[in-house]
């Protein structure tokens, strides 16, 4: 397969060795970021719940 991929101009072993790198290093970073995204709105969320459940007592 990489033989075929010499055939286009500028695609190597290295090539295709960098770009999986890339790619595995966006998934890490986009995990951190992904639960953040989901994480600080929860936690808002449940400091208000218990925020309005000691206010109704």
Do not use: Q
Not at 16 to 35: K, P
């Amino acid at each position: 397969m990489i033989g075929m991929l010499s055939i286009i101009a500028g695609v190597d072993e290295t090539f295709v060795t960098n770009t999986t790198a890339h790619i595995g290093e966006l998934f890490t970073d986009l995990g951190l970021l992904i639960a953040l995204v989901i994480g600080i709105p929860l936690g808002f969320y449940v400091i208000r719940k218990a925020i309005s459940l000691v206010r109704t007592r």
